[in-house]
């Protein structure tokens, strides 16, 4: 992910409108950014509007398997789970090849980088590596966000058996495995606590403090089921969030995915502490969660960010549709997040999330950047407005990761 280059676009966003823009690339950075400016001859031409790639900040590459196969027989989200688990015993060759085509897929929907919060342990690390590897094949960056997951649920009930894999035993055993690996060129290796039903309190600083003395993010899943809040209030006598605040987990280095069922104490000590917020839209109405209070917690102070989750749907204009439009319906007001803040959710707000020096075009940033051309073949000004209402990852026409193009049609 080292390439050069120089790529003349048509239109694009440099945190404004610009056209006939240069971007002039050099071992994998984008060295300058010029507007207004007439094409060399060995530029690549980029027509419709190039802008920087999306990031997809939590995604379980194994439940694409999922998709259209649970649409039948109803149900809650701890029925879907039950049947979820049928989808977790991988060989290595087989998960690298299933990884290299879930990754392919988000190339083409214009994802440069993915988190993947991985908690397949069964094999150690090699469905971990067969993710590197698939990731490197193909040309996306990886986070691999490793879950440390340990128990059945908040009252230390044991795991069940189809949930073993997923263990460690314990959270310094966790430890010894993950260092096992190695940030490199294209991928970070990152920390979840898989959720506090997963995780009790002493083991969930232990993951905080690898995390944290490696300055590498951290991930959890955060309230997202009201059974998850009422556990957590008998045993622990308080919400989720506030137990990791009193385990001193909370800090702009963590992201809560999810965060749905909060109360407003909750929104205040997740956006007071600079949490970043991951919201699911596709995933969290195909399992029939309820709306979080996403404008709450970004007026907070929380930055705001989207995932994939479980692949569902591939597409991040959709997802940062979604945070936007599921809160139209729940509150019944419109334009309670402006079409920049979505664009940024997609974009600058998810490469921080994941560690990336990504999410904007301008020089010194990774040269991680995408093409959209409606198929209207009408030209109009780009605006953050007609990208996230306006297209769709099926837009996706050119993709440059590290200055090299891993997708062109």
Request: glycine share 10%; net charge negative.
């Amino acid at each position: 992910m080292n390439g050069s280059g120089k790529w003349h676009a048509e239109q694009a966003w440099i945190g404004r409108r610009a056209e006939n823009v240069l971007i002039e690339v050099e071992g994998g950075r984008i060295k300058s950014v010029e507007e207004d400016t007439f094409a060399p001859h060995d530029a690549t031409m980029l027509k419709g509007w190039t802008m920087p790639g999306f990031a997809n900040v939590h995604s379980h590459a194994f439940q694409r398997l999922l998709r259209g196969e649970m649409e039948s027989g109803g149900g809650d989200f701890w029925e879907w789970r039950e049947r979820m688990y049928r989808y977790t015993q991988w060989d290595p060759a087989d998960y690298f090849k299933h990884g290299r085509l879930v990754f392919r897929e988000m190339l083409e929907a214009g994802i440069t980088a993915v988190g993947e919060f991985h908690y397949l342990h069964g094999q150690g690390n090699e469905l971990g590596e067969a993710l590197i590897d698939a990731a490197a094949e193909e040309g996306i960056r990886l986070t691999l966000i490793d879950a440390c997951y340990l128990r059945g649920g908040l009252d230390g009930r044991p795991l069940e058996l189809e949930q073993m894999s997923f263990s460690d035993g314990d959270a310094d055993s966790w430890a010894r495995r993950v260092d096992d690996l190695a940030d490199g060129d294209g991928v970070r290796i990152a920390a979840a606590i898989h959720s506090v039903r997963a995780v009790d309190p002493e083991s969930m600083r232990i993951v905080a403090t690898w995390a944290r003395e490696r300055q590498a993010p951290l991930h959890v899943h955060l309230a997202e089921q009201p059974a998850e809040v009422a556990e957590c209030k008998e045993v622990e006598g308080c919400t989720p969030a506030e137990l990791l605040d009193r385990e001193g987990i909370l800090g702009p280095d963590l992201t809560a995915v999810h965060a749905i069922h909060l109360d407003p104490h909750d929104i205040s000590l997740l956006g007071a502490n600079g949490v970043n917020v991951c919201a699911c839209t596709t995933t969290e109405r195909d399992l029939g969660d309820r709306v979080g209070p996403l404008q709450a917690l970004s007026q907070a102070g929380s930055r705001l960010c989207v995932g994939s989750d479980s692949n569902v749907v591939v597409d991040m204009l959709e997802e940062a549709r979604g945070l936007e439009l599921d809160q139209r319906r729940a509150l019944g007001r419109r334009v309670l997040h402006q079409p920049l803040d979505l664009l940024q959710a997609a974009t600058s707000n998810g490469m921080r999330a994941l560690g990336w020096e990504a999410g904007e075009l301008k020089p010194g940033m990774l040269a991680d950047f995408i093409t959209l051309d409606s198929s209207s073949g009408l030209w109009r000004e780009m605006t953050p407005a007609y990208v996230v209402y306006g297209l769709s990852g099926r837009d996706v026409t050119n993709v440059v990761v590290g200055g090299q193009t891993v997708v062109s049609r």
